[in-house]
């Protein structure tokens, strides 16, 4: 892989190969499990800013983080700006982050049609606001990941990313679809490919990377400076040692599975821990051959030590 480090701002990463920050799945254990797999950032699940300002009982679990994480992103989002900035300045205080990212990219109804999400670009003047905003208050460097548009008839990556740019953002992150096409159809790496000849700070190029040669061609094709990679490393966090799923090597393959597992339960405790990890076992292992009968009584044991047995044994390719 030629892979070359970036920076955003003053913080240099050491290769660009991003994790993406997922909902419900990018949490502490699985960030750790990426890092030491190779991913050179975390960058957290997004953080809303009515948790932060209305420390609400959630809020501890989006921010906490390993200090071997570092430099980790904290992605924030909101459709308020004043809330957003207040969250960043709260949040700086409490727990350093490396950088804050802001999301104006989430197409998620409850997010985008409240305005925050992909909802910020509909409000172009809001997001000018949000960025000089936070970059007035904070010390560390503030990103953006943004989409193409609302939706066909109003694509303005090129505008936004201007805007951000302008406002002193230090890295721009382009999920490269609308947010009315959710995540149907293919991400259009050529806007990645024009969004970077049009600014100068570093762009990260996402959408629909799955392989090792995937991430290679979208920065051959799209000149990006970084790749970010989002549903594929769920099953395949491998990809940031460089390898697709279907190439690592098994020894590696189960001593990560056990381990994030581990990471889960110690974060988590036994049972939610468990509970918590199903989906990700489900994904692992798909690499294996694992009978209907086995997966559905791995996936409805409440028994943690069962859990671990079975997980164990079926790693281990045999049957329940
Ligand atoms: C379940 C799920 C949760 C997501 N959560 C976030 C999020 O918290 N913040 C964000 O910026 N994007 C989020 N995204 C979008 C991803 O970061 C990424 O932009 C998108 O999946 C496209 O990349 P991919 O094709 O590599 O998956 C989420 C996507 C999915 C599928």
Redesign the pocket.
Known sequence: MNFKPFSIGSITISKPLLQ??????TNEPFRRITRELGAPVSVT??INGLDVVHKTPNLPQRIAFDESERPIIF?LFDDDPQRLIDSACILEARCHPDAFDI?M??SARQVANRGAGAGLLRHPEKIETIISGIRAKVSVPVTA?IRLGWDDDSINYLEVGKIVEDCGAAMITL?ARTRKQE?SGH?DWSAIAAMKVSLHIPVVG????VTVADAERMINETGCDAV?????MLRNPWIFAGYDFEEVPMDLFRDTCRKHLRYNMEYYGEQWGCVTFRKFAKRYLSRLEVSREDMLKLMTTDDPASFCGYFDALLNGETL
């Not at 993406?20 to 799945?25: K, Q, T, V």
């Not at 996402?206 to 990377?209: E, Q, T, W």
């Not at 970010?228 to 594929?232: D, E, K, S």
Request: proline share 4%; with cysteine.
């Open positions: 993406a920050p997922l909902d419900g799945w699940e997004f992605q999301n990219g989430c990941k999920h995540y991400a996402n959408g629909d990377v970010m990679v989002g549903r594929a």
